[in-house]
């Protein structure tokens, strides 16, 4: 099993990049990271996802280094309503049944300041 | 939002007693997850199933059962709980495994 680590607080002010960073050892090569933003009283909500190289969408990047021992979620131009706990979430085995084990990071609480 | 329902949101019992979660999700995704959410340890994994009748055991299923009797409810119980069980419950839906979960509102419980 995976295990997956976050820094637990970080600070920023708007119109900044962030870029929060997931340790995650014994990651097998087909595994994939995924990111989750979860605001207070509701459940996480999907933010990005990738295996390797880098991702992007329309609200964040991805970064995974060749060794995949990390991953970095990058969020460009953060604003207030980004303040929010970031989860990365390390998803170990096959897709067709059961076996399969998830790995969900202890959170980083991101704080948006003016 | 994708269609899950988490019930009951409250629910504030005694030790010793049975409790059922129930998740309902109108997507027809194959896959779904309970998860117990604690200040510092994040979300973990209790039980999930990937499909009708097909269940496994997640990091932290000692003391929980599951069922899933039909592809769009999920059951989790507490065959008789103990404080230690007070959490928040989260259930999660996904088309397939390493396909990106939605996630339900969540079930505060509180075991007295």
């Known amino acids: 099993l995976a295990k997956t680590t976050q820094p637990i607080s970080m600070d920023s002010y708007e119109g900044q990049e962030v870029n929060i960073t997931c340790s995650h050892n014994n990651i097998a090569t087909n595994d994939y990271i995924t990111w989750y933003q979860q605001f207070p009283s509701q459940g996480p909500r999907f933010i990005i996802q990738?295996?390797?190289t880098k991702v992007t969408n329309e609200v964040a990047s991805l970064f995974i280094p060749a060794d995949r021992k990390s991953s970095t979620l990058s969020l460009p131009r953060v604003s207030l309503s980004d303040t929010a706990v970031y989860y990365c979430?390390?998803?170990?085995?096959?897709?067709?049944?059961?076996?399969?084990?998830?790995?969900f990071g202890t959170g980083t609480q991101l704080k948006v300041e003016l | 939002d994708a269609g899950i329902t988490q019930s009951p949101r409250h629910k504030v019992t005694e030790t010793g007693t049975p409790v059922t979660l129930r998740c309902h999700q109108t997507e027809n995704h194959r896959y779904m997850y309970w998860y117990r959410q604690d200040p510092g340890h994040g979300l973990r994994l209790i039980h999930y199933s990937y499909g009708v009748k097909d269940t496994d055991k997640g990091e932290v299923s000692d003391g929980y059962s599951v069922s899933r009797s039909k592809t769009e409810d999920f059951l989790l119980t507490l065959e008789s709980a103990t404080s230690s069980q007070t959490s928040v419950y989260f259930c999660?839906?996904?088309?397939?495994?390493?396909?990106?979960?939605?996630f339900g509102d969540g079930t505060r419980l509180s075991i007295l």
């Open positions: 990738g295996y390797k």
């Open positions: 979430l390390v998803e170990e085995g096959i897709l067709t049944g059961g076996g399969n084990k998830l790995t």
């Open positions: 999660a839906i996904s088309r397939d495994f390493e396909e990106p979960q939605h």
